[in-house]
């Protein structure tokens, strides 16, 4: 085969010469656009942040799209789909299971910073807890 430019013919599968990549170029010199920094759920914390225009008794207001969300929700409950009324009271259970755990979770960590305390740091905390509570 002969390397001479003079013998090269364009074609199918065979660009010209001057159109193709040099030696060592590569054909997408900027590289791929980096994506979003965000996460999945900093886009949703925000989508659901955003206010909504509605109008409830007459009146414009705002509210996030969380609340608005909300709403409609507890009005299709409320018109008797049950499927709606189960998500709401599923969503309830949720949320109080979740206060409880982290309420459960500081008291653990309380009743682990007060056993690394030592017998004198304790009775003045319960001293100065009847103190306060007039035992």
Do not use: C, W
């Not at 409880?100 to 807890?129: Q, T």
């Amino acid at each position: 085969m002969n390397n001479n430019n003079d013998d090269y013919k364009a074609g199918y599968q065979r660009p010209p010469k001057h159109s193709q990549f040099k030696k060592g170029q590569s054909g997408n010199p900027k590289g791929r656009p980096r994506s979003s920094k965000k996460s999945f759920e900093d886009d949703l914390h925000e989508v659901l942040s955003m206010p909504i225009k509605i109008i409830e008794n007459g009146k414009t207001k705002y509210i996030s799209g969380r609340k608005a969300l909300l709403k409609k929700q507890f009005n299709e409950a409320i018109k008797g789909d049950s499927r709606a009324f189960k998500a709401l009271i599923d969503l309830d259970a949720r949320q109080h299971r979740a206060k409880k755990a982290k309420e459960e979770f500081l008291l653990y960590e309380e009743f682990k910073r007060m056993n690394s305390m030592s017998d004198e740091e304790l009775h003045e905390i319960i001293d100065r807890y009847n103190r306060q509570s007039g035992k």
